[in-house]
């Protein structure tokens, strides 16, 4: 599979019309993405989808996880 890393490069090759259909969202939606560079955690399993469908692999960075803490003793 093709490793896809930047979010410009994720909307080219899933197709911005793709993702707005996939998500139920607006072009406004996927523009702020693109500013952001990063895709709402919310959007992960849509964007994997779409990606599997073209024989793509997001890279996971590209989405905003929550972070979470390491607790060390």
């Known amino acids: 599979m093709n490793q896809i890393i ?13 993702i707005i259909s996939g998500t139920g969202l607006t072009t406004r939606s996927v523009s702020v993405a693109k500013t952001d560079s990063a895709f709402p ?4 399993p849509i964007i994997k989808r779409l990606a599997a469908e073209k024989g793509l692999d997001v890279s996971d960075g590209l989405f905003k996880f929550k972070k979470i803490k390491e607790i060390t003793k």
Request: charged share 35%.
């Open 41 to 44: 955690a919310s959007w992960y």
């Open 6 to 18: 930047t979010i410009e490069d994720a909307i080219e090759k899933l197709g911005r019309e793709n």
